[in-house]
């Protein structure tokens, strides 16, 4: 098959306004699939998964191909939950054309807007699909001008809908005809050439329009509307002529980049040298890990050698692979803009590149979203904690976006993803894949713990037994550091009070005492001076001085008005302006400190300082204040003063904790 054949898109768009389904439609209606998959049956062929299945959603992205009027198209199916957003990104990372999917009923809503930012910034082509046009009776003219209010002028129909709701029975080709003149004139719009013939009254040809149609399309300047009902297959075939035509090839689109020995390079597709992207890695229980590629460049065949040029490893590929959802089909060669499978890397994760020796590029990596929230995980039984690391390691192996860490000090393992519906399938993925139960918690909270004095303390550790015994004694005085220095020990012995060997071990003394305070949480901001001591030449040690060292931070610190500290997190909120009231009464009961507003497009962002001990499960009442309309970014600032009325209630648990240590 020729290269120029060679097409692939990235179905993106809010949840549940129709992409599984409109994928399916398109495979169904092309006769790569024998059946029209139905989501809420449970029998899609690309939402797969147990969990997906089982939650009616899209988790992972998947990967489908077919062939229409001579062209092979590769679609790939992302979520459209914000809480899987790196799946999403994974897919247009690999993509070389966007379908955008809007639910008519919903508008362009949060999910939509931000996914069409993705494309947008990495310049594709976009083009937009309104699905479930038989269940919508209301006006399409006001959903397209609510589509131009979010994604511009550019937003261009170029079918018209033949009735609405239950009369919806097909669709008007603009684009067969010249007769719709405001579609001329937005085509005429983006080339300048075809803007002077106009204005002179030159008379423009279909040919010339088609031309700019496509450059425009591919400059961003077009994001061309087009009109189905997937589950009825009205406008699919329609939509698979329009891209079979107008879509991009690897050849056409954007190009790959990457650095090169050092140097930024622009990688060809007819590039002699093979260069694969590794866009998503799944775990399949008899197979292990699959490795969905794109090919970059050149003729990618079985039997040859590549190196991770992420790792510096080589890699042999055994046996190439196209996907249908969980069906494979193994082939003997893919060319650019193919969209395939590999399997028995030893080395490769999700966003490296594999290519050859002599063309060792390192391709940009997926620009992944971080973290929001966590919860921590118990095993139910202790037999079980292997298991679960097992696991854990398994599944961030197959998302990145997704991580996990066992806190030394607080004694709990966390795990942290993009919102609760995330953990929640991880959670139930170790119970589904690897077989162990969890119980969740609330994380704790790192406190720290500081003083507002100065103070002295004495510390003295003396056993007289038969023999040698234990003798040390010291006296330091300590006091408050600036909230940048975190802690400084000074010597200032002098006369030999306590030898020089034995200072260091009254600092380890002392560092011990800090790792949890007379409070109950790490000490922090304290300067510490060592000034007296006594010691015995025989009965003398390290370890004497090292807990005569701990029992002096401990008298000090007590007497130096000690105060606990918590972790204020920076969040900005991005919201509709209409729940912008709720929104910030709820920040403000969280104790949050709102330091300004300010409109981006049609949302409005505020940023505020909340202490993290108030964050826990925020997504989900953002979710719930602005009808999942709502997103936020939180990251670490500062530690600040806990109030004095939180405070005792919060030393009182964590001297529990310690209790029961």
Not at 161 to 179: I, M, Q
Request: a negative charge; proline letters at 4%; aromatic letters at 8%.
């Amino acid at each position: 098959m020729a290269k120029k054949e060679i097409k692939n898109f990235v179905i993106i768009g809010h949840a549940s306004s129709g992409k599984t389904t409109l994928a399916e439609s398109l495979l169904y209606n092309s006769n790569a699939t024998s059946r029209l998959g139905d989501v809420d049956k449970g029998n899609s062929n690309l939402d797969f998964d147990s969990q997906e299945i089982k939650r009616k959603i899209t988790i992972n992205l998947s990967v489908a191909n077919t062939e229409w009027n001579g062209n092979k198209l590769y679609f790939i199916d992302t979520p459209g939950f914000l809480d899987f957003e790196g799946e999403v990104r994974a897919g247009v990372r690999a993509a070389d054309n966007a379908i955008c999917v809007i639910d008519p009923s919903q508008g362009p809503d949060v999910g939509t807007e931000r996914f069409f930012e993705v494309a947008k910034k990495k310049g594709i082509p976009i083009i937009f699909v309104v699905t479930k046009m038989k269940t919508f009776d209301g006006d399409i003219d006001e959903v397209i001008s609510k589509m131009k209010d979010v994604f511009g002028g550019s937003v261009t129909p170029i079918q018209t809908p033949e009735g609405v709701g239950e009369g919806f029975s097909g669709v008007k080709d603009l684009l067969k005809s010249t007769e719709d003149e405001s579609l001329k004139e937005s085509i005429i719009e983006t080339s300048e050439e075809l803007l002077d013939k106009y204005m002179a009254g030159e008379e423009i040809s279909d040919k010339e329009l088609k031309e700019a149609f496509k450059r425009g399309l591919k400059n961003g300047n077009i994001y061309p509307v087009l009109f189905v009902d997937s589950k009825a297959g009205i406008g699919v075939k329609e939509l698979l002529d329009f891209i079979a035509d107008y879509g991009l090839t690897t050849f056409e689109s954007v190009r790959e980049k990457g650095v090169l020995n050092g140097e930024e390079a622009i990688v060809e597709p007819d590039n002699e040298n093979i260069v694969l992207f590794v866009f998503k890695v799944l775990q399949e229980a008899h197979l292990g890990e699959l490795f969905f590629i794109k090919v970059v460049s050149g003729k990618m065949e079985p039997g040859i050698e590549l190196l991770n040029t992420n790792k510096g490893k080589m890699e042999k590929i055994s046996q190439l692979y196209e996907v249908l959802g969980k069906e494979r089909k193994e082939v003997k060669s893919l060319l650019p803009g193919s969209l395939g499978l590999v399997v028995k890397l030893k080395e490769t994760k999700t966003g490296d590149t594999l290519a050859t020796k002599k063309y060792p590029v390192v391709l940009s990596p997926i620009e992944l979203p971080e973290p929001l929230v966590n919860v921590a995980i118990l095993p139910k039984t202790r037999e079980d904690q292997e298991k679960v690391m097992e696991g854990l390691n398994k599944i961030k192996t197959e998302d990145p976006t997704f991580y996990f860490k066992y806190d030394t000090e607080l004694k709990q393992t966390q795990i942290f993803g993009l919102g609760e519906v995330h953990l929640d399938v991880i959670v139930s993925k170790l119970k589904d894949k690897f077989g162990v139960d969890v119980n969740t918690d609330r994380p704790k909270i790192p406190y720290r713990e500081s003083i507002r004095k100065k103070a002295e303390g004495f510390g003295k550790f003396v056993k007289q037994t038969g023999g040698h015994g234990q003798y040390g004694v010291c006296n330091i005085r300590i006091e408050p550091l600036p909230k940048d220095q975190e802690y400084e020990f000074k010597d200032e012995i002098f006369g030999g009070a306590i030898p020089n060997q034995f200072i260091p071990s009254v600092e380890n003394g002392v560092k011990k005492a800090m790792e949890r305070g007379v409070l109950g949480a790490k000490v922090v901001n304290v300067r510490v001076v060592l000034y007296d001591g006594k010691y015995h030449p025989v009965d003398s040690s390290n370890f004497a001085f090292e807990v005569a060292g701990s029992l002096a931070f401990k008298d000090a610190e007590g007497k130096a008005d000690p105060y606990l500290l918590e972790p204020i997190y920076l969040v900005e909120v991005r919201i509709p302006e209409q729940y912008m009231g709720d929104v910030m009464g709820d920040l403000n009961a969280r104790r949050g400190r709102i330091l300004g507003m300010e409109a981006e497009g049609r949302y409005q962002k505020i940023k505020a300082y909340v202490p993290l001990a108030e964050l826990y499960r925020y997504s989900s009442t953002l979710r719930s204040i602005t009808k999942g309309r709502g997103t936020f970014t939180m990251k670490f600032d500062h530690y600040d003063e806990v109030p004095r009325e939180i405070s005792q209630k919060i030393v009182e648990e964590l001297k529990k904790e310690q209790e029961s240590e």
